[in-house]
């Protein structure tokens, strides 16, 4: 099987668990439902999505909480994310979600529903804060 096959098969897949994570976010405010499918390296796919609270600065994006799952039980080794929102336009994941993927994987592969090109984090995130950084201070 050819490489390329293999990356579009894992692509739809993650898409597709996304698109039904989507179904379950609690956007009660904005009515704008977001869900994310992340892939560990050992096979093990965590979903996630958006949950509002009427204060916006306590609301979670999807692929905070499928890390944050992914996490809690113990995994930390992440292969590739997709995230699917109710737009007919691709969603990207935010500032504060591509940081958190950075703390774990700044090479993660990341699939967006209505986008086929395939980027890797540091495609959207060239210069995040990490390790490396913190250790350079003064």
Same mark, same amino acid.
């Given at each position: ?12 897949? *993650? ?14 405010? @904005?009515?704008?439902k977001? #869900?994310?499918? *992340? *892939? ?5 796919? !965590?979903? #996630? ?18 890390? !944050?799952?992914?996490?809690?039980? #113990? ?8 995230? @699917?929102? @109710? ?37 959207l ?8 950084? *913190?250790? @350079?201070?003064?």
């Open positions: 099987m050819s490489t390329k096959l293999v990356m579009n098969q894992k692509r739809e897949s *993650l898409i597709n668990e996304a698109i039904s994570a989507q179904e379950k976010a609690y956007s009660p405010y @904005s009515k704008f977001v #869900g994310a499918a *992340l *892939l560990t390296k050992s096979g093990k796919i !965590f979903t #996630g999505c958006n949950v509002e609270n009427v204060s916006y600065g306590m609301t979670i994006c999807a692929e905070r909480t499928a890390v !944050f799952k992914a996490v809690s039980e #113990g995994h930390t080794d992440f292969e590739a994310i997709a995230v @699917s929102a @109710s737009s007919d336009q691709p969603i990207y994941p935010c500032g504060a979600c591509r940081q958190v993927l950075a703390e774990f994987n700044s090479k993660i592969e990341i699939f967006v529903n209505h986008d086929e090109k395939n980027y890797t984090l540091l495609d995130l060239p210069k995040s804060f990490d390790q490396e950084q *913190l250790d @350079s201070k003064n």
